[in-house]
């Protein structure tokens, strides 16, 4: 799968439409494991997924390169659904996760007030 970044933004989802899809997606992993599994594909490059360390510069052009990269990977991942829920739990500050940057995902939880819920709470 690959994400043509030439495409419109799709509108933004409304809070109640993203509060049913966190549910949604609380009812679909019910009983998956809440860490990542070895089998996800991110574990082969971690630097993909989370960028060099903080001592090492990366232009803005590299980064969505890096980024657009490990959407592609995670669009494979076998365990995607799990780091999805995962990832709106504990909501990282960065990398891709599920094919999300941190940012999207704080999107996702925000309810447009700046209060969230996270899948935990909803199910």
Known sequence: MTYDLNAPPRPAPTPARNRFAVTLLAALTEGMPRHLAEEAACAFDPE??????????ESAEERSAREQ???????????????????????????????LTADEIAAITSDGRGASASPSEVA
């Open 48 to 57: 993909l997924h989370t960028g060099p360390d903080l001592f090492v510069e």
């Open 69 to 99: 990269v490990a959407r592609e990977v995670c669009a494979e991942c076998p365990v995607w659904a799990s780091c999805l829920f995962y990832a709106l739990d504990a909501r990282p500050e960065t990398g891709v996760w599920a094919g």
